[in-house]
């Protein structure tokens, strides 16, 4: 079923920007509500966004509002999360998972699934 893929990780510098990937092969994901979700060693996790299936319900944590920009190209399959004015706290692995056909979309109630081996950010301080 659906396999995702995180890629576009790195080191930024705090200020900089990243753009971070979440690819699907096999399955359009057309259908399917995408989250990212990060884990920071000795700190936890959080869900950082979330997008519906045809880019609307985009939801945000509050610590990355009007930095951070998640968009989809449904056709290439593909997520995006566009990171910019990068902070030290931004540092993880980034992770992202889908919900297929649930309503509402990005809901925290539905069960996410597919994450992939995540994609590691390093902000430099």
């Known amino acids: 079923q659906l396999s995702l893929v995180e890629s576009g990780g790195g080191s930024v510098q705090p200020g900089g920007s990243l753009r971070l990937s979440c690819t699907s092969s096999?399955?359009?994901?057309?259908?399917?509500?995408i989250a990212w979700h990060r884990q920071v060693p000795g700190k936890g996790g959080e869900r950082v966004g979330c997008i519906g299936s045809r880019g609307g319900s985009s939801t945000y944590v509050e610590s990355v509002k009007g930095r951070f920009t998640i968009s989809r190209d449904n056709a290439g399959n593909t997520v995006y999360l566009q990171m910019d004015n990068v902070k030290p706290e931004d540092a993880g692995r980034y992770f992202c998972?889908?919900?297929?056909?649930?309503?509402?979309?990005?809901?925290?109630?539905?069960?996410?699934?597919?994450w992939g081996q995540g994609t590691q950010v390093s902000v430099s301080s």
């Open positions: 998972g889908g919900v297929f056909s649930r309503q509402p979309e990005c809901d925290l109630q539905w069960r996410y699934g597919s």
């Open positions: 096999g399955v359009a994901l057309d259908s399917y509500s």
